[in-house]
């Protein structure tokens, strides 16, 4: 459990980061949409990928219901981290954020975190994935910080 005086001294931080760098929050249908955007890409990317692997469906296991879709959510997950991964690498932000011109700031620098802060966030988003009733954190506060920005102290403004 956090505590008040960190979450009012975080609140302040923002705020001065706010207007004194005169950034614009990101709205959450934008943050939604970059997510769903990202999402869809993926999705896209891995069933091009399941369509090229003909070998797949000659494993007696996958004819499995059960054991197919476990498959494909687990692929989805892995595909969605090297994903991450490689657009964090290459340009500090994935694709979507890129088009929708989001940009991930850490509070204290007001700057593009490290690569190592971004990576221990793509681990807490995937986190937030597997458990979805962390996105319930976003409507708690005030600047839509979802459970892995919080852990990471960044944000997300546009740019």
């Known amino acids: 459990m956090?505590?008040?005086?960190?979450?009012?001294e975080e609140t302040e931080i923002i705020e001065t980061l706010l207007m004194r760098e005169k950034m614009r929050l990101c709205p959450l249908y934008?943050?939604?949409?970059?997510?769903?955007?990202?999402g869809l890409l993926v999705a896209f990317l891995l069933s091009d990928l399941l369509r090229a692997c003909d070998f797949l469906h000659s494993l007696y296991w996958l004819a499995n219901p059960i054991y197919h879709g476990v498959f494909v959510?687990?692929?989805?997950?892995?595909?969605?981290?090297?994903?991450?991964?490689?657009f964090v690498c290459l340009c500090k932000m994935s694709l979507a954020k890129l088009v929708f011109r989001i940009k991930i700031i850490d509070i204290y620098l007001a700057d593009c975190p490290n690569r190592a802060i971004l990576l221990k966030r793509l681990g807490l988003k995937i986190v937030v994935f597997l458990c979805p009733f962390l996105w319930f954190v976003v409507f708690k506060n005030?600047?839509?910080?979802?459970?892995?920005?919080?852990?990471?102290?960044?944000?997300l403004v546009l740019f």
């Open 2 to 8: 956090r505590s008040p005086n960190l979450e009012k």
């Open 30 to 38: 934008w943050r939604i949409l970059a997510f769903l955007t990202d």
């Open 73 to 86: 959510a687990m692929g989805f997950i892995i595909l969605y981290g090297v994903y991450e991964i490689f």
């Open 142 to 155: 005030p600047y839509h910080r979802a459970w892995h920005e919080e852990k990471s102290k960044s944000l």
